[in-house]
């Protein structure tokens, strides 16, 4: 009984660790990016809490380091984006080499945003999900830079 106890008292104080740290991080983002010294579209502002709580993704489908074709960021690693995907924006980039491609942070960005809001959309027959540049990139409090 007391291995029970003791167990149960691990795994809540587990538990409870884990869910403090994922509501530490800030619930909204602007996603910037000091690539582009000018940005042509507004930023766009990313809200966390949403796509953890209410979307149930997982850090590891937009956070992600790869060794040997297996994802092995783990919470606390580097979280820029620009640090591997840090080719800037160059004209007909989605004509490059797929290699080069996944290095373009404005692709790595797009294809996996809106890769997830058009399958999300499509297992949830609606289109709540924003697939559309001004979905995402709107003007709304201070956010038109």
């Known amino acids: 009984m007391k291995k029970l106890v003791s167990v149960l008292v691990v795994f809540t104080v587990v538990l409870a660790s884990w869910v403090i740290h994922v509501r530490a991080q800030e619930e909204v983002i602007i996603i910037n990016?000091?690539?582009?010294?000018?940005?042509?579209?507004?930023?766009?502002?990313?809200?966390?809490?949403?796509h953890f709580d209410d979307y149930g993704i997982d850090c590891l489908d937009c956070h992600h380091i790869y060794k040997n074709g297996?994802?092995?960021w783990e919470d606390g690693d580097e979280t820029s984006c620009e640090v591997c995907h840090n080719e800037p924006t160059v004209k007909n980039e989605k004509r490059l080499p797929l290699p080069q491609q996944k290095l373009n942070l404005k692709l790595a960005f797009h294809n996996n945003c809106i890769g997830?809001?058009?399958k999300y959309n499509h297992e949830n027959n609606t289109q709540a999900a924003p697939i559309t540049c001004q979905g995402c990139h709107t003007i709304k409090e201070g956010n038109n830079q």
């Open 33 to 50: 990016s000091s690539l582009y010294k000018k940005h042509t579209m507004p930023l766009v502002k990313f809200n966390h809490q949403a």
């Open 70 to 72: 297996e994802n092995v």
């Open 116 to 118: 997830c809001h058009r």
